[in-house]
């Protein structure tokens, strides 16, 4: 089956109308039943809302679990990634026997 420029632009002219009338169907919908339109607009918002809300927390917990403050040179590292299990305890162990943490991180090629 060959495509060419006419049947992608028949195809996507089909898409977009389809689009748009769902769309006009969707905003005759909602006014004729106001109420109801207003409620589930204010549910999906919250939705959003704790979705966004559930993301920053993500990835704050994931930017704190990659830095490292070192008081011995009094300086924040950062990681590239978050470490393993596994590499955090390398970390945490080399870091007692008296090496920076920019060393280690550097070591293993976790420094940002």
Known sequence: ??????TIKEKALDIWDGF???LARFVKWCS??????????????GLVKQL?????NRKEDE???????????DRWCYAKKKPT??????????YR??????????SMNLLK
């Open 32 to 45: 004729e039943n106001k109420e109801m339109a207003f409620t589930l607009l204010m549910a999906f918002l």
């Open 97 to 106: 026997d008296g090496e920076s943490y920019r060393e280690i991180l550097d």
């Open 85 to 94: 299990k596994k590499q955090e305890s390398m970390i945490e162990e080399r």
């Open 63 to 73: 930017w704190r679990s990659r830095r490292f403050y070192d008081r011995r040179t």
């Open 52 to 56: 966004i809300k559930a993301k920053n």
């Open 1 to 6: 089956m060959k495509l060419n420029l006419e």
């Open 20 to 22: 748009t009338t769902k």
